[in-house]
Nanobody, 128 residues
Framework: QVQLVESGGGLVQAGGSLRLSCAAS????????MGWFRQAPGKEREFVAR????????DYADSVKGRFTTSRDNAKNTVYLQMNSLKPEDTAVYYC?????????????????????WGQGTQVTVSS
């Protein structure tokens, strides 16, 4: 079992920045990959970013590439999502997720079904 708790969401103006954190517990954090997803009202949950078990490999959705950065601190059992140059279309509930089956993958893992555990989500609202 893995428990995930997100924090750091809030209201920010367009062009601003936020950093989300996701604290993990339960299984050895450095043994699995982590992903970030988001879900806007009336839309499906969509992939945002992924980081491998040791941080050596990352993947980003085209919509956030160059603006968002994910990182992890295995000593603190925490993964981060630094979001810069935020846009109103980034408004959504953001979720972190754990992939215990493929800690490192040469192929993209962007589907909800690729992840085994999920946090409760944190709201990010970007005003224009």
């Amino acid at each position: 079992q893995v428990q995930l708790v997100e924090s750091g969401g809030g209201l920010v103006q367009a062009g601003g920045s936020l950093r989300l954190s996701c604290a993990a517990s339960g299984r050895t954090f450095s043994s699995y990959a982590m992903g970030w997803f988001r879900q806007a009202p009336g839309k499906e949950r969509e992939f945002v970013a992924r980081i491998s078990w040791n941080g050596g490999r990352t993947d980003y959705a085209d919509s956030v590439k160059g603006r968002f950065t994910t990182s992890r601190d295995n000593a603190k059992n925490t993964v981060y999502l630094q979001m810069n140059s935020l846009k109103p279309e980034d408004t959504a509930v953001y979720y972190c997720a754990a992939d215990l089956r493929t800690p490192w993958s040469p192929v993209q893992k962007r589907s909800v079904s690729d992840y085994d555990y999920w946090g409760q989500g944190t709201q990010v609202t970007v005003s224009s």
